[in-house]
């Protein structure tokens, strides 16, 4: 089946840097719509960066556009998509989860939807934390 493993995260101070990892494996990676999102606690769970895989289309949330950028790799039957966070805030504390599945159709465009709802397969998500 599939399966998504994030590592990666960890403790920060304001304006430093953390680079997330999703390994992913069971799916046909080279063609899926992968993202990432974060919760804090009390916090409904966002949607941070997508990527459609097949031609590397990207897109972010307004709260990350600049600071965030969302990568992949594939060996083999694995894939990995990577989120390089930059200028790191506090209110970017959270926990960072990786998902499949959500593919929307925008503007004649494929690409990798934010919204919660349309994914279907989670990891169990990396803990990230900004002190400011």
């Known amino acids: 089946g599939i399966e998504l493993v994030e590592s990666g995260g960890g403790s920060v101070q304001a304006g430093g840097s953390l680079n997330l990892s999703c390994t992913a494996s069971?799916?046909?990676?080279?063609?899926?719509?992968m993202a990432w999102f974060r919760q804090s606690p009390g916090k409904e769970r966002a949607g941070v960066a997508g990527?459609?895989?097949?031609?590397?289309?990207?897109?972010?949330a307004d709260s990350v556009r600049g600071r965030f950028s969302i990568s992949i790799s594939q060996h083999g039957a694995v894939g990995t998509v990577f989120l390089q966070m930059t200028s790191l805030k506090a209110e970017d504390t959270a926990t960072y989860y990786c998902?499949?599945?959500?593919?929307?159709?925008?503007?004649?465009?494929?690409?990798?939807?934010?919204?919660?709802?349309?994914?279907?397969?989670w990891g169990r998500g990396t803990q990230v934390t900004v002190s400011s």
């Open positions: 998902a499949t599945g959500g593919c929307a159709l925008r503007a004649g465009k494929l690409l990798a939807s934010l919204n919660t709802d349309q994914y279907d397969s």
């Open positions: 069971g799916f046909l990676f080279s063609a899926s719509c």
């Open positions: 990527i459609y895989t097949g031609i590397s289309r990207t897109n972010y």
